[in-house]
Antibody, heavy 119, light 109 residues
């Protein structure tokens, strides 16, 4: 059974780049799946950030597209998120997810990691 | 397509049935059967409860059911139990985007 674990700094300064990694265990990342990110500001709802195919194609939320980059590292069985020029509104719990090739939903989630943007 | 509208809260007594609605703003829900529902306890990651409008993943109680009418999807919880108290989110999927509802807090009285 796939397990996902996010890691990265819990505090990022305004205008810096937020960088998170999701380590995948129990499952090879080099399969026909989409690996993605969803975030949740404290006390608020869920927001889709995007996902990347194991071979590199990606879809990003139109509202974040200009600041988001995702990548896959098959040698380490992990994938990453970079969000540039962050502000306080990017403070959120960031979840990594797995979506099957034909799935229309997110069945596997990491436990989430809180990233605060503050000077 | 855009964000989905859910009631902020729904409550019920143990044993009762409750229904949470999820209204799309255009034809996003009516045109496709790609609605899913997630349960979230405080401090925990969301858990998939329903996918493709009405399908339950393995391990999800059959007290949870989904349906759709026009541009509104619904999640019904029958035989309400205390551990059903949580936040519930609907989502509408397309290849290039996923829209979530604002979430509904379910309270068991």
């Amino acid at each position: 059974q796939v397990q996902l674990q996010e890691s990265g700094p819990g505090l990022v300064k305004p205008s810096d780049t937020l960088s998170l990694t999701c380590v995948v265990s129990g499952y090879s990342i080099s399969t026909s799946n989409w690996w993605g990110w969803i975030r949740q500001p404290p006390g608020k709802g869920l927001e889709w950030i995007g996902y990347i195919y194991y071979s590199g194609g990606a879809y990003y939320s139109p509202s974040l597209e200009s600041r988001v980059t995702m990548s896959v590292d098959t040698s380490k069985n992990q994938f990453s998120l970079k969000l540039s020029s962050v502000t306080a509104v990017d403070t959120a719990i960031y979840y990594c997810t797995r979506k099957g090739p034909y799935d229309t939903y997110y069945a596997a989630w990491g436990q989430g990691t809180l990233v605060a943007v503050s000077s | 397509q855009s964000a989905l509208t859910q009631p902020a809260s729904v409550s019920g007594s143990p044993g009762q049935s409750i229904t949470i609605s999820c209204a799309g703003s255009s034809t996003d829900i009516s045109d496709y059967n790609y609605v899913s529902w997630y349960q979230q306890y405080p401090g925990k990651a969301p858990r998939l409860m329903i996918y493709d409008v009405r399908n339950r993943p393995s391990g999800v109680s059959d007290r949870f059911s989904g349906s759709k009418s026009g541009n509104t999807a619904s999640l019904t919880i029958s035989g309400l139990q205390t551990d059903d108290e949580a936040d519930y989110y609907c989502a509408s999927y397309t290849t290039s985007n996923t829209f979530f509802g604002g979430g509904t807090k379910v309270t068991v009285l």
